[in-house]
């Protein structure tokens, strides 16, 4: 056989090594290579953890997304039938229980979570970005849930509503976040922000992932 | 393929700290399913808050005479919805601004509403075909000045203090007030019939999902207002914590509904923007913690963090006790 070596090519006809990119120009790898750096597969997912992760105050963090899990669970069905549905239906009408039920316990978890993490200085070591990103997580979640209350359809969303509206109208906002307009709560609360808080929770656990959690405050190593 | 080094990694951050064993997708999986018992059991023995919609046509049929009133103050401008403001109209009644920070006005008008039109005269011209007395009346009423038209909807208004409701059979002793009378009485037929429900909800549109000029108008009255405070749902019984019946409401708006009890939140007529305000502010310091001297220091002076990590404290002491060593 003979090798292009030995021939002599001219670099024109010298084909192209697909298997080795040039780690500079391709944005894929790159982006593989950020990935792997920021988040190996070891930290998103990890066997073992430093032995204070036993404190109590890590499972609040847990069960919120364990929470999480079942309002958007329960939302879903609730959006697959309609916002009629159970106000009509028996059926409707437990899965809107399991929903309510699974919001209290979502901020009742999630309140926990945040002064567990506060009283634990969290944002220590270069995690303000965890912190912060937490703090918005809370935010959006009192907003999907006050959408919620309001595409609820009954006396309680009319009542919500029509107090709500001076304290939004108030900051001018009232122009295009209508809340006494049912179509547009009712598609703020199934869809876009669902999404948003979905996406910043996913964020929200990389970030812890990435960076590991904080130590003790006063830490001393045995040595 | 080699992995690509990183500027920080845990292995360093950890070093020296004692690990154990961790299974972070079993603690979820195991979460979801305590958490979803717990919330099948909740829905299964509590249920859920429902109770149904007000209406138009519940409200003109129960309290007649406040709807009419309200009907008539639609017409003279003096209800809530009619002055409000933007984003409605240009009124003035319910700005609220702070100094020259009136983020309402720049907003302006964007969901235009014309609360005697909407409200009373628009159904009332659609409830006139086929009607020849209601339409004549309706002629008469538009024909005259706006000076004629405030003195006999201000006449009404006066008639309805007089107004007798006996099991539903509403009489209203009409004095000086033009065709007000008929027009008031052909609404309050038409409401309870349940049509104003429909009409107030007709558009240039055959779908509609905006309540808003049906709400504006229900909210108006006072009917509303008398089923939220048997419900507990008004601002000075912390109404945003409760919901219908006995289940709890948006606990987690208790800062927020808080400022509403306390002065000088409570006697401002700016009230809403002082609050959204405070909240704004408190949001963005809770936000900004880590980098705020005193407010991230809060976790070293109250200790709780001992509590947290207990046991990490004990074994750390137990760690640097000094050791018999056998010879």
């Known amino acids: 056989m003979t090798t292009s070596a030995e021939s002599g090519p001219t670099p024109d006809r010298e084909p192209a090594n697909h298997s080795q990119p040039n780690p500079s120009r391709s944005w894929t790898l790159r982006l593989r290579n950020y990935v792997l750096r920021e988040l190996p597969p070891e930290h998103l997912l990890p066997e073992s953890e430093p032995a204070y992760l036993g404190s109590w105050v890590y499972v609040f963090g847990v069960v919120t997304i364990a929470a999480l899990i079942l309002v958007i669970g329960s939302g879903v069905v609730l959006a697959f039938f309609g916002p009629q549905w159970w106000q009509v239906s028996p059926q409707g009408h437990f899965v809107n229980s399991v929903h309510f039920w699974s919001v209290q316990m979502f901020f009742i978890f999630m309140v926990l979570h945040l002064w567990g993490q506060f009283f634990a200085a969290s944002w220590r070591d270069g995690r303000a970005a965890t912190w912060m990103i937490g703090v918005v997580v809370f935010l959006v979640s009192v907003v999907t849930a006050f959408t919620g209350y309001l595409s609820q359809q009954n006396f309680d969303s009319q009542w919500i509503a029509l107090n709500a509206k001076d304290a939004v109208n108030s900051t001018g906002a009232g122009a295009f976040f209508d809340v006494l307009n049912f179509g547009q709560m009712y598609g703020l609360h199934i869809l876009l922000f669902p999404l948003l808080l979905t996406m910043l929770v996913v964020l929200h656990i990389v970030w812890v992932r990435r960076r590991g959690v904080v130590k003790p405050i006063e830490l001393r190593h045995p040595s | ?327």
């Open chain 2, 1 to 327: 393929m080699s992995r690509p080094r990183r500027r920080w990694d845990q292995a360093s951050y950890y070093r020296g700290v004692p690990t154990a064993p961790y299974d972070l997708v079993k603690e979820v999986a195991i979460a979801t399913v305590v958490i979803l018992v717990v919330v099948l059991g909740l829905a299964a023995l509590l249920s859920s808050p429902d109770v149904p919609s007000l209406t138009i046509k519940g409200w003109s049929q129960k309290e007649p005479i406040d709807f009419l009133a309200t009907a008539t103050g639609e017409l003279q401008g003096t209800t809530l919805s009619s002055s409000y403001g933007p984003p409605y109209h240009a009124g003035t009644g319910s700005v609220q601004t702070l100094g020259p920070f009136a983020p309402q006005l720049w907003a302006g008008v964007h969901l235009p509403l014309t609360s005697a039109q909407a409200d009373v005269l628009g159904p009332l011209a659609v409830a006139s075909v086929g009607d020849r007395a209601l339409g004549q009346a309706l002629a008469q009423f538009a024909a005259v000045s706006p000076e004629q038209k405030s003195v006999w909807e201000a006449h009404y208004a006066r008639d309805l203090t007089r107004a007798r409701d006996i099991r539903g059979q509403v009489t209203v002793p009409v004095d000086g007030s033009g065709p007000m009378g008929l027009m008031m009485g052909s609404l309050l037929t038409v409401a309870r019939s349940g049509g104003l429900d429909a009409l107030l909800m007709t558009s240039r549109r055959f779908y509609q999902t905006d309540y808003t000029r049906a709400l504006l108008f229900l909210g108006d009255g006072g009917y509303l207002k008398q089923v939220a405070t048997d419900f507990h749902l008004v601002g000075n019984q912390w109404g945003v914590l409760n919901e219908t019946g006995r289940y709890p409401g948006q606990a987690w708006l208790w800062l927020f509904q808080l400022w509403y009890q306390l002065p000088p939140y409570n006697t401002a007529s700016n009230v809403d923007l002082l609050v959204v305000l405070t909240m704004g502010l408190l949001s963005t310091l809770l936000l900004l913690v880590p980098f705020i001297p005193g407010l991230r220091d809060i976790p070293r002076w109250i200790p709780i963090y001992r509590l947290i990590w207990r046991e990490h404290y004990q074994f750390s002491q137990l760690a640097e006790a000094p050791v018999d060593r056998p010879e």
